[in-house]
């Protein structure tokens, strides 16, 4: 520790009459509310760190990001109350490469407590003879706001790499899928014609499944074009329940074929809700269908409808496989899919039409028990008042 700091101290005090010296000290300490008023404001964490660890000052920006009370804290060694942001390394000797070369270290690091954060952490040691005590000073900013948009960022540059490449793949396989339709259906014509039947059926039989082989082409292609060219959805008050009952008559006879029991649960009044019908009963559709695909041996399904001030919920709940948590946060990336024959874009439309409608989707799973969808739509009346500000 430096002595010359205390040395000019001494000498000025001897300097001053006691009425200086008690202006003096009246004017240092208001210069210390001044600081301390000013730290306390300022929005990026401060944070002060003796060599040995103990914490010796933290603003309330500071306490906010860490996640602690400076008053329980002064004093107390940070590497026994925030363990995981790795003080030793950070509270490493300055002198790392001889020659009077000072250390700075920058880092980002995620935190879950007080709440799921991005701080950015810039470190830096006190000069040793401008301050009494050796130490470093730690600066704490969130960059929360920056981590979602460069994911906003990213999630777009997906999207428009789906959109050209979907585009060139429509051009290139929907023409020569229209042709060969056309072409099946002229042999359609020819062999019914055949009066052999023993030497009729198995052509057609082969026709039949080049057909549907087709077919699913035109499908893929299908959900590539609606995948890149959304349509805004025309939103009129409807009643969810009607849609989702429209949806399951769709779908009734697989219900059966596969043994999947399904049930319903509707409170007595259910509001009306501004939604593109076509849209949202094309989300239901694919979220009953992966259900569905989850219990290949049978199961349950379990529709519930729930209502809020703010939202109209509906859930999907299965006794399928589940989802694998490390899978949850792809599944509704595009091309991502669990499937073997899946094309990866059915959730990824879900997630944009119920976006679109201003709403939310939520997404809760456990191995080998199942899996649960829940889509939540804004009230009507919850739009007209973020629209009028009120």
Known sequence: MASGFFDRLVARLDKLDPGNLQAQMVRLTQERGFLETIFQSIQEGVMVIDNEGLLLYANRAAETLAGFAFAHTKGRSVLRFLREWDWEHLLDAPEVVGGGWS??????????????????VYAVPLDEQDVVRKGVLVIL????????????????????????????????????LNALNIHLQLLARELAGLADEDARRPLQELAEVARKEVERLDAIITQFLRAVRPSKPVLRPEAPTEVLE?????????????????????????????LDRQQI??????????????MPDGGSLKIAFGVGDAFVDISFMDTGCGIAAEEMGRLFDPYYTTKSDGTGLGLMIVRRIVEDHGGEIELASKTGEGACFKIRLPRNERRIRMLSGK
């Not at 250390?103 to 950015?120: D, G, K, L, N, Q």
């Not at 948009?149 to 997906?158: D, M, N, V, Y």
């Not at 009963?281 to 989850?294: E, I, S, W």
């Open 103 to 120: 250390r700075m270290v920058t880092r980002e690091i995620e935190v879950t407590y007080p709440e799921h954060r991005f701080i950015s």
């Open 141 to 176: 900013r969130d960059v929360s706001n920056e981590r979602r948009q460069e994911a906003s960022a990213l999630e777009e540059e997906r999207t428009n790499a789906v959109k050209n490449l979907a585009a060139g793949v429509a051009h290139e396989i929907g023409n020569p």
């Open 246 to 274: 429209e949806t399951l008559k769709l779908l009734k006879t697989e219900f059966g074929n596969r043994r999947i029991e399904v049930s319903v649960d509707i409170p007595e009044a259910v509001p009306s809700v501004k």
């Open 281 to 294: 009963k094309q989300v239901f559709f694919n979220l009953v269908k992966n259900a569905l695909d989850a």
